[in-house]
């Protein structure tokens, strides 16, 4: 049952990857989820290089939200990386959400990135 889901997700996320391109004005900030964890990335596809990332198992996210496949987790992640983009001077993204479905931890995710000041 797990493989079917994973494999429409990745069908699904292919489909958003197509449409969806990010550049070094507005990159494109990719999410993965997994039970445990949450991965943040802002990825200039012009040049095929990553701008940042950060991850619920980074010592500066793990220490404050402890269980990093939580609701709690995903927004303190997002105030963290809103942060960060705002220090590289990154205020506009593009919005892949990896296949995801809109609810739960990428809502809450989304939420706290948009309240500390990130466009998209």
């Keep these: 049952m797990e493989a079917v889901k994973e494999t429409k997700r990745i069908a699904r996320h292919k489909r958003i990857r197509s449409k969806v391109i990010g550049t070094k004005a507005r990159p494109r900030l990719c999410i993965h989820r997994s039970l445990n ?3 943040l990335q802002l990825i200039d596809d012009t040049t095929a290089e990553t701008i940042l990332s950060l991850s619920t198992t980074a010592k500066s996210v793990k220490e ?8 709690k987790a995903a927004s303190f992640l997002g105030e963290v990386f809103a942060r960060l983009a705002k220090e590289k001077n990154i205020k506009e993204v593009v919005f892949d959400r990896g296949g995801y479905a809109y609810h739960g931890r990428v809502k809450a995710l989304c939420a706290s990135l948009r309240e500390g000041g990130l466009d998209f």
Excluded: E, L, R
């Design 37 to 39: 964890n949450m991965q």
């Design 64 to 71: 404050k939200s402890g269980h990093g496949g939580n609701i």
